[in-house]
């Protein structure tokens, strides 16, 4: 059995709830219990027991906006798939590990990540919009580096140390689960870091909460010299709706480069038809397909694993009917390698 107690979730700090803003309010409101789940889905009550026993280790996170694009009563849909907790996570399965990227060694800071030549991650936020079942962090210490300005100020001393780093990026969680304010005060230091020339920032809160991408979130955007690069999180064309879509084209207004990276995902995306149509619906949106990650081995999540001869045969299938272009890369992380390895 993995355990792991739900109060290791960090809550996001949110402003009062005169100060929020409207992405701040979903925010808030955001599905935690299973039980609410499997009702508002009209779900059969024999999901329910497996659904607590996932949540008790890695608890559910839905917002109504991710909520509303799922089909209710269909427990196969490829968007509940994600978010609904399954008994089968609480099994120990050989090779599924807490640490699978071994990110703890490759820690010199709290809440920061050097792993690759030239690019380091900070951790802006603890936490997340939406619990991905087979996220690679969701044994991840959030609780340990939660970031504060003191941990920010030393990360950011690091940076400015090195010269060879060329790329901040912010993860976390979801870096844009931050606030604005906060976001604007550290993108400001990284601004003036003079050998730092992009910025790159992945998330999924423009995907799970369309409202994150709103004048606030633009203004500090727009003002930073840095080249600006917003890696999203999407699995399923069915995730992409109007509101994304009209998300994603203020974000390029702003002159936001926007690439995805996808896990393929047994029951949610491993079909040529589903990966397609993801690859399309991504480029009506104005977002370039960038990686599709196989599965990395977490504890929790072995039951979402694609082999990886099917993952080759899906994407020589792909192949055959996309534009080159529209081909994400197959790849692999693999501890303590310079780069991700494809496939
Ligand atoms: S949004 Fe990303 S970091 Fe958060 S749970 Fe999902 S996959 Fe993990």
Redesign the pocket.
Known sequence: MITRSPADVQSVPLASSQERAPWQRQLAGIIRDPAELCRRLDLDPAWLPGAEAGHALFEVRVPEAYLSRIRPGDPTDPLLRQVLPLGEETLEVPGYLADPLQEAEHTPAKGLIHKYAGRVLLIASPS?????RY????HFPYGENAPSRAQWEASLDTLRGDASIREAILS???PLAASDRQLAWLVERLDAIPHLKRLRIHS?LPVVIPERVDDALLGWLSATRLQKVLVL?INHANEIDEAVIAACARLKQAGVTLLNQSVLLRGVNDSVTALAALSERLFEAGILPYYLHVLDPVAGAAHFDVPDDQARELVAGLRQVLPGFLMPTLTREVPGEASKTPL
């Not at 997340?128 to 991905?132: F, G, K, V």
């Open positions: 997340c919009a939406i619990n991905c996220c690679f962090r969701r976390g969680g979801d999924r999180h």
